[in-house]
């Protein structure tokens, strides 16, 4: 059975970091893609990163490039999202989930990461100012 479990999330202040996980069974990273989002209170989900190993692809939203970088550990089948520079706007659950690469990148730019297959339970990270 495929999964994913995030982990990672806490409270942190305005500057600081934080490194998110993505821990993944029942599939490697040669089957799916990874992609992270995030949904504030009262907001849409929005894509905020996601990683392709059949690819060799990254992608990064606007509103975090240059912050966060997502990288992989295949040995432990694990996506880890690091988020530096961490602003109150970046306060959100976030989720990640799996499925074929061209779903992912789609859903990334558009409102349909609901067809997305898998997803983790997410984790909630808060950013103080």
């Known amino acids: 059975e495929v999964h994913v479990v995030e982990s990672g999330g806490g409270s942190v202040q305005t500057g600081g970091s934080l490194r998110l996980s993505c821990a993944a069974s029942?599939?490697?990273?040669?089957?799916?893609?990874i992609g992270w989002f995030r949904q504030a209170p009262g907001k849409e989900r929005e894509g905020v990163s996601y990683?392709?190993?059949?690819?060799?692809?990254?992608y990064y939203a606007d509103s975090v490039k240059g912050r966060f970088t997502i990288s992989s550990d295949n040995a432990k089948n694990t996506i880890y999202l690091q988020m530096n520079s961490l602003k109150p706007e970046d306060t959100a659950v976030y989720y990640c989930?799996?499925?074929?690469?061209?779903?992912?990148?789609?859903?990334?730019?558009?409102?349909?990461?609901?067809?997305?297959?898998?997803w983790g339970q997410g984790t909630p990270v808060t950013v103080s100012s």
């Open positions: 989930a799996a499925d074929y690469s061209h779903q992912i990148r789609h859903a990334m730019v558009s409102d349909t990461s609901y067809k997305l297959e898998v």
């Open positions: 029942g599939f490697t990273f040669d089957d799916y893609a």
């Open positions: 990683y392709s190993k059949s690819s060799g692809s990254t």
